[in-house]
């Protein structure tokens, strides 16, 4: 696999945005930018871009004011495309399921829940009836016990 130096990655570490929402806004749109135009020569390195994205975001901002639901409202945005970018490329199995586990643990660690939207789309990451099926089964004891 190529090896790429994802130019967002720095300005995601933990409570890197404080309060402010516009500077967070604005690093979104920014990291989406430039995952998208690494997707249209090499889509499975964009989906390991953003699956990277996706577990540095929510402790980024779990600190910014979302009262206007601004922040909400961009990383909504962000993820409808990034789970796009992640179902879309053609990746081994074995590699999909890293990056499914990889999603779920910054799904379960997401202190403010920025990232549960991320759910509603679990069907299309997995992207093969096979991965679905082994997600389904895994899911089973959480679904018995709520």
Same mark, same amino acid.
């Given at each position: 696999?190529?090896?790429?130096?994802?130019? !967002?990655?720095?300005?995601?570490?933990?409570?890197? !945005?404080?309060?402010?929402?516009? @500077?967070?806004?604005?690093?979104?749109?920014?990291?989406?930018?430039?995952?998208?135009?690494?997707?249209?020569? /090499?889509?499975?390195?964009?989906?390991?871009?953003?699956?990277? !994205?996706? /577990?540095?975001?929510? @402790?980024?901002?779990?600190?910014?004011?979302?009262?206007?639901?601004?922040?909400?409202? &961009?990383?909504?945005?962000?993820?409808?495309?990034?789970?796009?970018?992640?179902?879309?490329?053609?990746?081994?199995?074995?590699?999909?399921?890293?990056?499914?586990?990889?999603?779920?643990?910054?799904? /379960?660690?997401?202190?403010?829940?920025?990232?549960?939207?991320?759910?509603?789309?679990?069907?299309?990451?997995? &992207?093969? @009836?096979?991965?679905?099926?082994?997600?389904?089964?895994? !899911?089973? @004891?959480?679904?018995?016990?709520?």
């Amino acid at each position: 696999m190529i090896s790429y130096k994802w130019q !967002f990655s720095p300005r995601f570490r933990r409570h890197a !945005f404080a309060w402010k929402s516009q @500077p967070a806004i604005l690093r979104i749109k920014e990291a989406v930018s430039e995952i998208r135009q690494v997707a249209r020569k /090499e889509p499975v390195l964009a989906a390991e871009g953003a699956i990277l !994205f996706l /577990e540095k975001l929510s @402790p980024a901002i779990e600190h910014v004011d979302s009262s206007s639901g601004a922040i909400g409202t &961009a990383v909504n945005r962000a993820i409808e495309f990034l789970v796009a970018v992640i179902a879309n490329a053609q990746a081994e199995h074995e590699t999909r399921q890293r990056w499914l586990e990889r999603l779920w643990r910054a799904v /379960e660690d997401d202190a403010i829940p920025y990232l549960e939207l991320l759910t509603d789309f679990w069907g299309e990451l997995c &992207a093969t @009836p096979e991965i679905a099926s082994r997600w389904a089964d895994e !899911f089973i @004891p959480l679904v018995e016990h709520a």
